[in-house]
């Protein structure tokens, strides 16, 4: 009886690890499955999926075609409604013509009240955006349509690339120059590798913001103070000069 109490523990503990063998071998993950090129399909999932909504910030820079109520506190008179034309500039009474894109509503405020202060005494100027334009970004160079793409949240490179149909043969991708319009006239220029977004899936940290502009080179492109203002200036008539006070950083 003993012995038959000892066979019988024996089967039971070996059927309770065989049935945890298995649901050990169920809860195991599947590889992910892979494309034709060898990289796995989760990956360049990552890469081209839609990128995570962008943190909130309380600084908005004037674009062109925003819609500007310029108001004097003392000089009512001299209010004006007005469109941000698109070479970035507007035009005021008290200042003439002044360039507003790139600067937030306080900054073009403290600029006004500066302007306007050898015809005003301690004018007082508040500046309220009442229309905002179509947010844009730019994309040239080596794709299949260059031009303005609709800026969407979140947008990245590869994104607005891809509204212009796509990347042409010559692209250079581990060149690629995202300028960033910001106040004062000043850009700054980063180079960007989307050789390993395309052909390794690693997902882009870059997310494009109103006035960006793109640019794919067809070569490797060594010197960027050249090809800033070489090239993509050379592609929107309405960008401002950028030869002069802007800032690069690799």
Same mark, same amino acid.
């Given at each position: ?9 024996? =089967?039971?503990?070996? *059927?309770?690890? $065989? !049935?945890?063998?298995? %649901? ?9 499955? &892979? ?11 990552? /890469? ?13 820079? %004037? ?26 500039? =507007? ?7 002044? =360039? ?13 009240? &500066?302007? $306007? &202060?050898?015809? *005003? ?18 994309? #040239? ?20 690339? !891809? ?11 581990? $060149? ?5 319009? #910001? /106040? ?26 109103? #006035?960006? !502009? ?6 490797? =492109? ?15 008539? /309405?960008?401002?000069? !950028? ?5 690069? &950083?690799?």
């Amino acid at each position: 009886m003993r012995t038959a109490s000892k066979s019988t523990k024996i =089967i039971v503990v070996c *059927l309770t690890l $065989s !049935v945890l063998g298995a %649901i050990g071998c169920a809860t195991h993950t599947a590889p992910p499955a &892979s494309d034709t090129a060898g990289v796995p399909s989760t990956v360049m999932v990552a /890469a081209l999926a839609p990128a995570p909504p962008p943190e909130p910030t309380s600084e908005y820079r %004037i674009q062109s075609g925003d819609e500007l109520h310029v108001r004097f506190t003392y000089q009512p008179e001299l209010n004006d409604q007005i469109p941000v034309r698109p070479d970035g500039r =507007i035009s005021l009474a008290t200042t003439g013509q002044i =360039i507003a894109v790139g600067l937030t509503p306080a900054e073009l405020e403290k600029l006004v009240e &500066s302007k $306007s &202060s050898g015809r *005003l005494r301690n004018p007082e100027v508040v500046v309220v955006v009442t229309k905002i334009a179509e947010q844009r970004v730019y994309v #040239g160079g080596e794709v299949r349509k260059p031009g303005y793409v609709t800026l969407l949240p979140g947008m990245t490179p590869l994104q607005a690339v !891809v509204q212009t149909g796509g990347f042409r043969e010559p692209a250079k991708l581990d $060149s690629v120059l995202l300028l960033t319009p #910001g /106040a004062g006239n000043k850009f700054t220029a980063a180079r960007m590798d989307m050789e390993q977004v395309v052909a390794d899936g690693i997902p882009e940290r870059v997310r494009l913001h109103p #006035g960006d !502009v793109v640019y794919v080179p067809p070569t490797w =492109i060594a010197d960027m103070d050249i090809v800033v203002d070489q090239y993509v200036r050379g592609l929107i008539p /309405a960008l401002p000069r !950028v030869g002069v006070g802007y800032s690069l &950083s690799q």
